[in-house]
């Protein structure tokens, strides 16, 4: 495509070099990452500035440059205004894959916990609706919401095989740095707000702020909230957007069970593969999205019951063991909360273990925060690994300590495989044992390395260490 084309809804300072004939065969932002012959947007970040290593792209094949600041480099550049790479990348990544989101139905699922599981269930309902739907989202790539190139290409191949709609996880990076500008969703939807990125928004104003972007005409047509919550209701109130309201009393007969869930939502009596009350919430929101795009309410109930159960949310292990076993991506205080409330009614009068920690170079605030969540929702507390980075895990350890109190049960044990090994030994028939903070994830990431290590495999393979010979089940 003609770099004039790519740019022609972009507001352009300049254009140095003779770029209107140039054509563009891609858009890229990682120098390390360059083709021939593409637009290379050089963005400033945090820990480096891509104007830094224009140089190099341009060596690896780039044709062109998007930049911030003309460059001293012979090459065409179009020169944006400052903080405008990023808005303009997407801009420029619409264009040059065809506008794909016009041609599909869009919703977007922001919030701080549940985006994954509502993109997956709203994703099944839509399916059943006929409506064959793309769903983008943490567990498909590195970042939650891709950034615009990568976004619009996902887009576009969903157009070339016979998708009809989209559901992508929109991350309050994502609306900060413009990763999903130049197209609008037809419905957005919100989750919940906690405590979490405060190292990248600085506070939970910032963060709701960021979240509330979404729901602008800029962003959205319309949109479904939860409004539970008090962040809920003021992002209802306060939205330029038409808004659905999700409320305690859209649900009756709710009954949990250890493999699923089900309730009554608008006289349907819908079954879930999803245990957790939080579940229900999760396939309530996306059974509202889903009747406001003109699905049938028994197609959402069919969608519903054969989305099955999602990698490593809340997602059930070694299921004849005598007692409960789940591996979840809480990774949060109030993710860990709902997980560990779920597990409490699972488990009855019985105990619930938790083993979890907290990730390296994050908020290091909720740490605390949820060492005092799990001292209060489970009855045994091991501490334990979760991906240090540069952090002394030891270190983080005592973070999570100095907000359990006195009182608790706890047990710290740095090896996560001897973690999750000393829990399933104390774990007695009836209670719920809990892994959190890992979910999917198949490594430990440590300073210089990426250590294989799946929550999912090492706890099945404790349970079956654990369990009689006779009464093993056999994996797969």
């Known amino acids: 495509m003609h770099i004039d084309h790519l740019i022609r809804e972009v507001e352009v300072i300049e254009v140095v070099g003779d770029a209107a004939a140039l054509e563009v065969k891609a858009i890229d932002f990682d120098s390390r990452q360059v083709s021939e012959g593409s637009l290379f947007c050089c963005l400033p970040g945090e820990h480096s500035d891509g104007h830094d290593h224009a140089a190099e792209a341009l060596e690896r094949g780039a044709a062109a440059l998007l930049v911030e600041?003309?460059?001293?480099?012979?090459?065409?550049?179009?020169?944006?205004?400052?903080?405008?790479?990023?808005?303009?990348?997407?801009?420029?990544?619409?264009?040059?894959?065809?506008?794909?989101?016009?041609?599909?139905?869009?919703?977007?699922?922001?919030?701080?916990?549940?985006?994954?599981?509502?993109?997956?269930?709203l994703g099944s309902v839509l399916e059943a609706g006929g409506m064959p739907a793309a769903v983008v989202g943490t567990l498909g790539g590195e970042r939650t919401t891709p950034e615009a190139p990568v976004l619009q290409s996902i887009l576009a191949r969903a157009l070339d095989h016979e998708k009809r709609a989209a559901v992508t996880e929109v991350s309050s990076h994502?609306?900060?740095?413009?990763?999903?500008?130049?197209?609008?969703?037809?419905?957005?939807?919100?989750?919940?707000?906690?405590?979490?990125?405060?190292?990248?928004?600085?506070?939970?104003?910032?963060?709701?702020?960021?979240?509330?972007?979404?729901?602008?005409?800029?962003?959205?047509?319309?949109?479904?909230?939860?409004?539970?919550?008090?962040?809920?209701?003021?992002?209802?109130?306060?939205?330029?957007?038409?808004?659905?309201?999700v409320t305690e009393h859209d649900v009756s007969d709710v009954l949990l069970r250890r493999d699923g869930a089900s309730f009554t939502w608008r006289g349907q009596r819908v079954e879930i593969a999803l245990p957790g009350d939080f579940?229900?919430?999760?396939?309530?929101?996306?059974?509202?999205?889903?009747?406001?795009?003109?699905?049938?309410?028994?197609?959402?109930?069919?969608?519903?019951?054969?989305?099955?159960?999602?990698?490593?949310r809340f997602e059930a292990v070694g299921r004849d063991a005598?007692?409960?076993?789940?591996?979840?991506?809480?990774?949060?205080?109030?993710?860990?909360?709902?997980?560990?409330?779920?597990?409490?009614?699972?488990?009855?009068?019985?105990?619930?273990?938790?083993?979890?920690?907290?990730?390296g170079e994050r908020d290091r605030d909720k740490r605390r925060l949820m060492g005092k969540v799990a001292a209060v929702g489970a009855d045994l507390v091991v501490v334990t690994t979760d991906n240090p980075r540069s952090e002394d895990p030891a270190a983080?350890?005592?973070?999570?300590?100095?907000?359990?109190?006195?009182?608790?049960?706890?047990?710290?044990?740095?090896?996560?495989?001897?973690?999750?090994?000393?829990?399933?030994?104390?774990?007695?028939?009836?209670?719920?044992?809990?892994?959190?903070?890992?979910?999917?994830?198949?490594?430990?990431?440590?300073?210089?390395?990426?250590?294989?290590?799946?929550?999912?495999?090492?706890?099945?393979?404790?349970?079956?260490?654990?369990?009689?010979?006779?009464?093993r089940a056999v994996a797969g």
């Open 322 to 359: 005598p007692f409960a076993a789940y591996v979840d991506f809480a990774h949060t205080p109030h993710a860990l909360e709902a997980t560990l409330g779920s597990a409490r009614r699972i488990a009855r009068d019985h105990q619930v273990i938790v083993v979890f920690g907290c990730g």
């Open 279 to 312: 579940n229900v919430w999760n396939a309530v929101l996306a059974a509202e999205a889903a009747a406001s795009l003109g699905v049938d309410e028994s197609d959402i109930a069919v969608g519903l019951a054969s989305a099955g159960s999602l990698a490593g």
């Open 174 to 245: 994502a609306l900060v740095q413009a990763r999903v500008d130049g197209f609008r969703y037809d419905i957005a939807l919100f989750t919940n707000l906690s405590h979490e990125h405060l190292d990248f928004h600085g506070t939970m104003e910032r963060y709701y702020a960021a979240k509330a972007t979404l729901f602008t005409p800029a962003h959205a047509a319309r949109g479904v909230v939860d409004t539970r919550s008090e962040w809920g209701r003021r992002l209802a109130g306060e939205a330029s957007v038409p808004v659905e309201e």
């Open 69 to 121: 600041r003309r460059l001293d480099l012979r090459a065409p550049q179009v020169v944006v205004g400052p903080g405008q790479a990023r808005p303009a990348m997407a801009l420029a990544a619409c264009a040059f894959f065809g506008h794909p989101a016009r041609s599909l139905v869009m919703a977007g699922v922001t919030g701080t916990n549940g985006k994954t599981t509502v993109s997956h269930l």
């Open 396 to 471: 983080i350890a005592e973070e999570i300590l100095s907000g359990v109190g006195e009182g608790a049960r706890v047990l710290v044990e740095l090896d996560r495989a001897a973690a999750i090994a000393a829990a399933v030994a104390r774990a007695e028939p009836g209670d719920v044992l809990v892994v959190a903070g890992k979910g999917h994830e198949t490594t430990i990431e440590r300073a210089t390395s990426s250590e294989p290590f799946d929550d999912r495999a090492v706890l099945e393979a404790a349970i079956q260490h654990r369990m009689p010979a006779g009464s």
